[in-house]
T-cell receptor
Framework: EPEVTQTPSHQVTQMGQEVILRCVPI?????FYWYRQILGQKVEFLVS????????KSEIFDDQFSVERPDGSNFTLKIRSTKLEDSAMYFC?????????FGPGTRLTVT | AQTVTQSQPEMSVQEAETVTLSCTYD???????LFWYKQPPSRQMILVIR??????QNATENRFSVNFQKAAKSFSLKISDSQLGDTAMYFC??????????????FGTGTLLAVQP
């Protein structure tokens, strides 16, 4: 059964460094998302992406964040200059229309 | 703006028994989608069940079923014959009518379910 994959599973970085989180959505899906979950809290929407452009972004998704689909398979989330409060689990999701399928997540730890 | 409320932070159930997790939501839309996701200790988000608001029939998936009360804006999840592997955080989520990239999922705060042997 096809699934969403994410790499790395865990990333530790120092404050101020750039990180790139990678996702490979399910191949025939057209819509892609990033969500964030701070430890012990609910899952929050960051950004949605369709047809090589951002469809919607949340207030969390400020100028430090960017997304791109550099080729036909990868979907990346870049954080330009990480802050301590960016420490969280980051989930990628994809959908053909309604049901969103999530990857296993990347745990980002900013020290 | 849509909101999702899960009023039970934690619940416990004995193995083989039935448990119901509550969820309420607020929206002005007439059509929308509701989901339950399971997050085990691995923190993977796993889709459990989906309900379309225009369908009167409650969705079921094996041991999982929902009680969807549109007028009351209530969407509870019933787990029958609970198993140890059901131990997880359960999130209720709302999606607006159009799907695709125009609609993100809005999650509740979750209910931590512990299944006791």
């Amino acid at each position: 059964e096809p699934e969403v994959t994410q790499t790395p599973s865990h990333q530790v970085t120092q404050m101020g460094q750039e990180v790139i989180l990678r996702c490979v959505p399910i191949s025939n899906h057209l819509y892609f998302y990033w969500y964030r979950q701070i430890l012990g809290q609910k899952v929050e929407f960051l950004v949605s992406f369709y047809n090589n452009e951002i469809s919607e972004k949340s207030e969390i998704f400020d100028d430090q964040f960017s997304v791109e689909r550099p080729d036909g398979s990868n979907f990346t989330l870049k954080i330009r200059s990480t802050k301590l409060e960016d420490s969280a689990m980051y989930f990628c999701a994809s959908t053909p229309q309604y049901e969103q399928y999530f990857g296993p997540g990347t745990r980002l730890t900013v020290t | 703006a849509q909101t999702v409320t899960q009023s039970q932070p934690e619940m416990s159930v004995q193995e083989a028994e039935t448990v119901t997790l509550s969820c309420t939501y607020d929206t002005s839309e007439s059509n929308y989608y509701l989901f339950w996701y399971k997050q085990p200790p691995s923190r993977q988000m796993i889709l459990v069940i989906r309900q379309e608001a225009y369908k009167q029939q409650n969705a079921t998936e094996n041991r999982f079923s929902v009680n969807f009360q549109k007028a009351a804006k209530s969407f509870s999840l019933k787990i029958s014959d609970s198993q140890l592997g059901d131990t997880a955080m359960y999130f209720c989520a709302f999606m607006g009518p159009y799907g695709g990239a125009t609609n993100k999922l809005i999650f509740g705060t979750g209910t931590l379910l512990a299944v006791q042997p």
